[in-house]
């Protein structure tokens, strides 16, 4: 199985709706994120929730 690890291209009601949820996040409420270093904290946090499915989905804790 292969895994493609490229960057998906982030459409504009993603960044916004991710912006607001990480604008709520209280630890990250403290830094200002330019638009490249927000597409990254999209993509950590989409990988991370891919992740977690993944690994519930195989009994993993």
Avoid at 4 to 22: F, W
Avoid at 31 to 59: H, M, S
Wanted: charged fraction near 40%.
């Amino acid at each position: 199985m292969s895994h493609n690890l490229t960057a998906p291209k982030i459409d504009r009601a993603t960044r916004q709706r991710t912006y607001k949820r990480l604008k709520a996040t209280p630890d990250l409420t403290e830094f200002v994120l330019t638009p490249e270093e927000l597409d990254e904290e999209i993509l950590i946090y989409e990988y991370e929730q891919e992740l977690e499915r993944l690994q519930a989905k195989r009994g993993y804790k």
